[in-house]
């Protein structure tokens, strides 16, 4: 059920650029996996500020938006395998992409703003 409306989701992209942004400087990252944070810090933000929430004026349309992060999530999960990390910089990128996939399936992307089941009726 997707229970997280976009106003929520939106708060919770600001929260997820916040623990991007500090992540190398409360975990031991450095090097390839830091830059990508503060990277992903930057894009997240700029997808966030962009989006076109309900009563705001991006341009981006939410389900678009949902879909990039759903593909972000999927990519994070995997990068650090796929790249051999290990430790902290491994179980971050792990652990992002689970929650950034768990906010994707809570979200309900409609563009009015309304919550609505997943199957998308109204509810």
Do not use: N, Q
Not at 5 to 33: E, N
Not at 55 to 84: C, T, Y
Request: net charge neutral.
């Amino acid at each position: 059920m997707r229970i997280l409306a976009p106003r929520v989701h939106r708060m919770l992209d600001f929260a997820t650029v916040a623990a991007f942004a500090l992540a190398p400087s409360l975990l031991p990252l450095s090097g390839t996996a830091a830059t990508l944070a503060y990277g992903l810090a930057v894009v997240h933000l700029a997808l966030t500020l962009v989006t076109k929430f309900p009563g705001g004026s991006g341009f981006v349309e939410l389900p678009i938006h949902g879909v990039i992060e759903l593909i972000v999530g999927v990519a994070l999960v995997l990068v650090p395998l796929v790249l051999g990390w290990s430790g902290a910089a491994r179980s971050f990128y792990v652990v992002a992409g689970i929650v950034i996939l768990a906010v994707w399936a809570l979200t309900a992307y409609s563009d009015d703003g309304a919550v609505r089941p997943a199957d998308g009726s109204v509810a």
